[in-house]
């Protein structure tokens, strides 16, 4: 799935504008898996249709940048500011999707899911197909501080 290119359509702009997302979306429901991985035109990860996706390789916390064009949610925020606090080595880069299935761990954000982890992407299980401890870490963390963060 596509998403449309940041100089059409700024993705740090929150409009009411989410056709593309909805198509991807149907496109993945279509396909029987939770959520669609969005590539931008270079064919590198963005995020999800209506999420931020993080993933762990090699004991470092990745994710999208917002160069790739994404939507820098508070959520993201949230949780590069605790992997920040926890000391976790962190990367926003370009990545291609080939980075996921070579994760030990994979997550995605948004503040309705906030942390939910990821068991296979294309069907390939990521590490072991269970939450990982840096995800179950930063989760754990991101509700102890909901107060925090919320106030």
Not at 111 to 140: C, F, N, W, Y
């Given at each position: 799935m596509h998403r449309n290119l940041a100089t059409a359509l700024s993705p740090q702009i929150k409009s009411l504008n989410f056709?593309?997302?909805?198509l991807a979306k149907q496109e993945a429901t279509k396909a029987g898996v939770f959520d669609g991985i969005m590539l931008n035109a270079e064919g590198r990860l963005t995020e999800c249709t209506t999420s931020n996706i993080f993933f762990i390789q090699h004991g470092t916390l990745c994710t999208p940048s917002v160069a790739c064009g994404i939507l820098d949610g508070i959520t993201r925020d949230v949780v590069l500011t605790l992997?920040?606090?926890?000391?976790?080595?962190m990367e926003e880069s370009a990545y291609t999707p080939e980075a996921l299935r070579q994760a030990d761990e994979c997550f995605l954000?948004?503040?309705t899911?906030?942390?939910?982890?990821?068991?296979?992407?294309d069907q390939h299980l990521v590490g072991s197909g269970?939450?990982?401890?840096?995800?179950?870490a930063l989760h754990e963390q991101f509700r102890a501080n909901?107060?925090?963060?919320?106030a």
């Amino acid at each position: 799935m596509h998403r449309n290119l940041a100089t059409a359509l700024s993705p740090q702009i929150k409009s009411l504008n989410f056709l593309n997302n909805i198509l991807a979306k149907q496109e993945a429901t279509k396909a029987g898996v939770f959520d669609g991985i969005m590539l931008n035109a270079e064919g590198r990860l963005t995020e999800c249709t209506t999420s931020n996706i993080f993933f762990i390789q090699h004991g470092t916390l990745c994710t999208p940048s917002v160069a790739c064009g994404i939507l820098d949610g508070i959520t993201r925020d949230v949780v590069l500011t605790l992997a920040k606090e926890r000391g976790l080595k962190m990367e926003e880069s370009a990545y291609t999707p080939e980075a996921l299935r070579q994760a030990d761990e994979c997550f995605l954000t948004n503040t309705t899911m906030e942390i939910m982890p990821v068991r296979d992407v294309d069907q390939h299980l990521v590490g072991s197909g269970k939450p990982g401890p840096v995800t179950l870490a930063l989760h754990e963390q991101f509700r102890a501080n909901l107060e925090r963060f919320l106030a």
